[in-house]
T-cell receptor, first 116, second 114 residues
Framework: KAGVTQTPRYLIKTRGQQVTLSCSPISGHRSVSWYQQTPGQGLQFLFEYFSETQRNKGNFPGRFSGRQFSNSRSEMNVSTLELGDSALYLC???????????????FGPGTRLTVL | GESVGLHLPTLSVQEGDNSIINCAYSNSASDYFIWYKQESGKGPQFIIDIRSNMDKRQGQRVTVLLNKTVKHLSLQIAATQPGDSAVYFCAENARPSGTYKYIFGTGTRLKVLA
C-alpha cells in the first residue's frame, strides 16, 4: 500500500506571495492533518480535515487554510507569506478523525517551504 | 499547560548497546501515545504505540513503557544499530480546550557511535 505523498517536495517563495501544498493520504484513510515543523517550535498542529470538513484547528492565523476533496486528498494554502513561514510542512493521514478513536497517524515526507 | 517534553535532547550510545529515550507528558487525560523516528530530510516514521490501559508494549527491538502515575513515557531500543541514528519524538493524543490533536515533544537526537 502506498504511503502518504506530498507535492511539491521543495518550494521557494517571496514574502507576500501565496502557496498551495498538496497531500494524498494512504488509500482508505479519511483524515488528513497538517503540521508545521521548525527548529524553534518543533511540530505544531495546524488543522485536521475529515470527510471534506475541518474537524480540528490549531493556533495558527487565518492566513493558513486548507480543504479536502471527496477522494480525501487535501490541500493547504498559506496566503501573504512571511519569512517566519519558512518550515517543513508535514501532512499525516489516519483512518478516522482524531476525536473518534485513538488512531495512528502516518506522515508524508513533507514539503520544505523557504520564504525569501 | 499542554506540553510533551523530553529529558535529554541528545543521546549518544555505542553500537550494540541499549538506548533509552524518555518523555514527559502533561495531559493526564491523554489515552494514546506514539513514538516516531525522523531521519534527516524525511517525515516522521511510526515506530510503536501504546494505549493508556497498558503499561508496556514490545515491538521488534523496541519497547515502550508508560507510567501514568508520573506521566512518563520511555522508548527502549535493544542492540542499537547505526541505522537507528535519528531524532525520536513522542506524541500524545490530547484534547486541550475541546480540540483533538497530537502534541509532540521537542525530540531527542540519538547518535550511534561505531
Amino acid at each position: 500500500k502506498a504511503g502518504v505523498t506530498q507535492t511539491p517536495r521543495y518550494l521557494i517563495k517571496t514574502r507576500g506571495q501565496q502557496v498551495t501544498l498538496s497531500c494524498s493520504p494512504i488509500s482508505g484513510h479519511r483524515s488528513v492533518s497538517w503540521y508545521q515543523q521548525t527548529p524553534g517550535q518543533g511540530l505544531q498542529f495546524l488543522f485536521e480535515y475529515f470527510s471534506e470538513t475541518q474537524r480540528n484547528k490549531g493556533n495558527f492565523p487565518g492566513r493558513f487554510s486548507g480543504r479536502q476533496f471527496s477522494n480525501s486528498r487535501s490541500e493547504m494554502n498559506v496566503s501573504t507569506l512571511e519569512l517566519g513561514d519558512s518550515a517543513l510542512y508535514l501532512c499525516a493521514s489516519s483512518l478516522e478523525w482524531l476525536g473518534a478513536s485513538s488512531d495512528t497517524q502516518y506522515f508524508g515526507p513533507g514539503t520544505r517551504l523557504t520564504v525569501l | 499547560g499542554e506540553s510533551v517534553g523530553l529529558h535529554l535532547p541528545t543521546l549518544s550510545v555505542q553500537e550494540g548497546d541499549n538506548s533509552i529515550i524518555n518523555c514527559a507528558y502533561s495531559n493526564s487525560a491523554s489515552d494514546y501515545f506514539i513514538w516516531y523516528k525522523q531521519e534527516s530530510g524525511k517525515g516522521p516514521q511510526f515506530i510503536i504505540d501504546i494505549r493508556s490501559n497498558m503499561d508496556k508494549r514490545q515491538g521488534q527491538r523496541v519497547t515502550v513503557l508508560l507510567n501514568k502515575t508520573v506521566k512518563h513515557l520511555s522508548l527502549q531500543i535493544a542492540a542499537t544499530q547505526p541505522g537507528d541514528s535519528a531524532v525520536y519524538f513522542c506524541a500524545e493524543n490530547a484534547r486541550p480546550s475541546g480540540t483533538y490533536k497530537y502534541i509532540f515533544g521537542t525530540g531527542t537526537r540519538l547518535k550511534v557511535l561505531a
